[in-house]
């Protein structure tokens, strides 16, 4: 049988590299010195690409593969796929839902509680020997806190089902009102915002919700507001974050996203009311494993013209 060529984006996963290397003709693009020779060259051998939420398949990319036939997203989130241009050229997608929905909705919740309890400080100034000489200050309470999520999909819902163990009243905004749920519906992210103690960024990025916590809603939320971000960075104005921040306009924040990955604003470092993540939502041996299965399953799926696991397009 013809090989079939896959690129892979991104050194995402040591597990998945391997696989990929050991059923199909892998390409790596981020190892390539000048990759538009390197795509001139391979074009007609590549019919799938492996991308994540570093390095997708943009309309360039696409453009020059014409045997591409399924872009693999070795992540829930498709913000780096162009997704229009793949619906145009039946070029098939797929993604890895549901199998990190609870460790992005745990880290969710670990992050609440970190910038409540400010964890991260206490473990400093026990490190520091700062215990000897007293105390650490009293902190706030996360339980029976009023928690505002964007968007109530399976993340959003996760969040949700946790903090409500916590005694917390949940609310959301979304574009619509969920008819399953009986949680409080905001139409506007405004009004969310003024009513919770808690936000958190939970729904897709796309052109609409880019920058949809702005100024005015993190001036909602307060001085005594909690901004968390487990989605995507660019949801989030980041000069407009750090100015609240830094301006105690916002009471804290708990981020493993960030607008420029990895490049993090230097302002945020230190404040004792931020916590800062590396992107580590679904990073673990298990959610990682099974995001590398479903990318796999879905490529020999359809390779073997079979029906895919997780179909977006
Ligand atoms: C990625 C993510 O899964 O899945 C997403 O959309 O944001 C991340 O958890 C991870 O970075 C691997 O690409």
Redesign the pocket.
Known sequence: MEAIGVLLMWP?NTYLEQELDRRFTLFRYWTQPRPREFLAQNSDSIRAVVG??FAGADAELIDALPKLEIVSS????LDKIDLNKCREKGIRVTN?PDV?TDD?ADLAIGLMLAVLRRICECDKHVRRGGWKFGDFKLTTRFSGKRVGIIGLGRIGLAIAKRAEAFDCPISYYSRSKNPNTNYKYHSTLVDLASNCDILVVACALTSETTHVVNREVMNALGPKGILINIARGPHVNEAELVSALVEGRLGGAGLDVFEKEPHVPEELFGLENVVLLP?V??GTVETRMA?ADLVLGNLEAHFANKPLLTQVV
Do not use: K, R, Y
């Open positions: 995402a994540n939420v070795f992540s829930v989130g890895t990190l992005v992107h939502g679904s995001m």
